[in-house]
């Protein structure tokens, strides 16, 4: 019983095409986020929606877009992607408040030929 | 602004050896931190938060204030801890961040 779920778990995509994944949580957390993992496993935040209001919005090109139709659900969806989008994406939740860390999914490995 | 160091990109230890992974923070308040693993093409797991003190897998971590460090530790390392490391500082207050440090990639060898 997967608490924080993405799909797909691969994804291979062809440059200029669209793109989304999906992500649900089933433990009943406030907030969500999507994380990039680049080539060099850095991780970076790029959106965090708390209760479906968009509460972080860092510096990521407008291709991407994230959508939170409830507040179990946050999906990404990337336009016109480009080689440099290939990375794996972490999907992740957190009830309110900082002191229990993130319960993360399993990521997305997001390649762009 | 606040930052994550981790200053090992790779460390390399034997089995029973001592381990300690390195992590430096800059935050002007009141500091959350976390350790993080990723084994092998799995997903993030959390590993120690300093809120909470405890040890697990045998790993510990002491928030240093006057370092400004949360070091990990762990006396003797085995082959299964062999993996990425990621130490993390979070933002109180209305915007739940969690910065990641670069990750310290551990290898244990036999």
């Known amino acids: 019983d997967t608490a924080v779920s993405q799909t797909p778990k691969y994804l291979v995509t062809q440059m200029g095409n669209d793109k989304s994944i999906k992500c649900e949580q089933n433990?009943?957390?406030?907030?969500m986020y999507w994380y990039k993992q680049d080539s060099k496993k850095f991780l970076k935040i790029m959106f965090s929606?708390?209760?479906?209001?968009?509460?972080i919005n860092e510096t990521v090109p407008n291709r991407f877009s994230p959508k939170s139709p409830d507040k179990a659900h946050l999906n990404l969806h990337i336009n016109s992607l480009e080689l440099g989008d290939s990375a794996v994406y972490f999907c992740a939740s957190s009830p309110r408040g900082q002191d229990y860390g993130y319960t993360f999914g399993s990521g997305t490995r997001l390649t762009v030929v | 602004a606040q930052r994550v160091t981790q200053p090992e990109k790779l460390l390399s230890v034997f089995k029973g050896a001592p381990v300690e992974l390195k992590c430096n923070y800059s935050?002007?308040?009141?500091?959350?931190l976390f350790w993080y693993v990723q084994y092998s093409r799995q997903r993030l797991q959390l590993l120690l938060r300093?809120?909470s003190r405890e040890s697990i897998k045998g790993f510990t971590a002491d928030l240093n204030k006057g370092e400004t460090s949360f070091h990990l530790k762990k006396p003797f390392a085995q082959e299964e801890d062999s993996a990425m490391y990621y130490c993390?500082?979070?933002?109180?207050?209305?915007?739940?961040?969690?910065?990641f440090g670069k990750g310290t990639l551990l290898t244990v060898n036999p």
């Open positions: 993390a500082l979070g933002e109180r207050g209305s915007n739940y961040k969690l910065t």
């Open positions: 300093h809120i």
């Open positions: 433990l009943g957390h406030d907030t």
């Open positions: 935050y002007s308040g009141s500091p959350e």
């Open positions: 929606y708390n209760n479906k209001e968009l509460i």
